[in-house]
Structures are given as structure tokens and as C-alpha cells.
């Protein structure tokens, strides 16, 4: 999976990582590295809890490529 994330620095120094794509995914990092691996957890995690939020059977679900 492929997503934008919008860093910026913020006026403490730290490196803020927002995912456009999912509403409230955010990190941050004292580095541009570790923002981005923070995001990358925080994706994780969004994901798993978007996911459990519902249940689907596997008859209502439909995988499409973009």
C-alpha cells in the first residue's frame, strides 16, 4: 500500500507526519527519519483499528486496484 504523508517541522524542531488519506493518523520525530518511521507504525495501528471496527463477510467484500 502507497500513501502521501505531509511532513513539516514544527517551531520546536520536531518533524510532524500527517496521513492526508486517513483523518487523524499523525506522528511525530525528533528527525525526519524517525517521523517517518513513527508514521509508519501509526498507519499501522489506524488501519488495524479501522479494520475491527467491522466486521465484513467475505461475500460484501470486493478488492480493488487503484
Known amino acids: 500500500m502507497k500513501l502521501h504523508v505531509h511532513i513539516e517541522q514544527d517551531e520546536a524542531g520536531y518533524f510532524v507526519a500527517e496521513v492526508p488519506a486517513l483523518p487523524g493518523c499523525l506522528s511525530q520525530g525528533r528527525t525526519k527519519k524517525e517521523a517517518i518511521d513513527n508514521i509508519q ?11 475491527s471496527k467491522r466486521k465484513y463477510s467475505k461475500e460484501e467484500l470486493v478488492e480493488v486496484v487503484v
Not at 507504525?41 to 479494520?51: K, S, T
Open 41 to 51: 507504525e501509526a498507519i499501522e495501528g489506524w488501519l488495524e483499528v479501522m479494520e
